[in-house]
């Protein structure tokens, strides 16, 4: 595991900016997984200028991201399809043939995971994953509890996780308690992860995902099993570490 200490959450932006674009300058990135929620937002505003600035060619990438909610259709505007066409798609204009998110409203959920999966391994598998963290430990939708050798699969979303996207919806009642979700066997057979972490709030989870003991009580400790990941963050994130 290497850790890149940032100074703060706009240095942490432009770090996870440069290491991405540097690997998709140098083609080693074909496939590259996709995270949502508030931490990646200004990674993808600094990472649209360097790939608009150096005019680089999107024809042979694909991306694919972690996670969905179930029962929202893709324009709805709270859902990652739209997150994605606001946060990076349409300001890089990559053709959307090649962008890959799980459908949450297709009223057969457990037939979409399994599409979604294939989909995946038919790309040839996730070359860069990038991730967040949840504050109770949990990567893509993985709540803890879940299985290491979960594949893609429809979650029920923990209370707090519920809560913390709340933020993002008017109406609280109308935030989904469910959602398609990459398993975390589906995520560590990505070639490399890049988890990026910003402020106090995560230090807790960050201090158990790299000093705790492996458990799937805490999902993210089983990153430490991997033998290519990054983490990039911030001097809040990592304040707890011994
Ligand atoms: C998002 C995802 C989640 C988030 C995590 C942290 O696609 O899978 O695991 O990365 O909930 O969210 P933020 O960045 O909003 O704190």
């Known amino acids: 595991m ?14 996870a900016a440069q290491f991405i674009f540097e690997r998709l300058i140098r083609g ?15 990674l993808y505003k600094r990472l649209i200028k360097h790939i608009n600035d150096k005019n680089l060619s999107l024809s042979a990438l694909h991306t694919v991201n972690l996670d969905e909610y179930v029962g929202l259709s893709d324009e709805d505007p709270n859902s990652y399809h739209q997150y994605m066409e606001d ?9 959307r043939d090649q962008t890959h998110l799980p459908h949450g409203d297709t009223g057969d ?9 294939r989909l995946i ?36 979303l923990a209370p707090s996780t519920i809560e913390a996207n709340a933020r993002y919806f008017t109406d609280k009642n109308k935030v ?24 106090k ?5 960050v201090k158990k995902m790299i000093e705790g003991e492996i458990t799937e009580q805490t999902p993210a400790t089983v990153l430490q099993n991997h033998s290519d990941l990054t983490v990039i963050a911030d001097k809040e994130a990592l304040s707890q570490l011994t």
């Open 109 to 117: 959920s457990e037939a979409e995971c399994k599409r979604y999966e």
């Open 2 to 15: 290497k850790i890149i200490k940032a100074e703060n959450y706009n240095d942490m932006s432009e770090k």
């Open 176 to 199: 989904p308690r469910k959602a398609i979700t990459m398993g975390i066997g589906t995520i560590m057979e990505s070639r490399s992860i890049l988890l990026l972490a910003s402020g």
């Open 201 to 205: 709030d995560k230090a807790e989870a």
């Open 28 to 42: 080693d990135v074909k496939v590259l997984g996709l995270a949502t929620g508030g931490t990646p937002v200004g």
């Open 121 to 156: 391994q038919d790309l040839g598998g996730i070359d860069l994953q990038l991730l967040g963290i949840g504050q109770n430990g949990h990567i893509g939708f993985n709540e803890p509890g879940s299985s290491f050798s979960g594949r893609t699969a429809v979650v029920d």
């Open 87 to 95: 946060e990076l798609f349409r300001p890089i204009n990559i053709p």
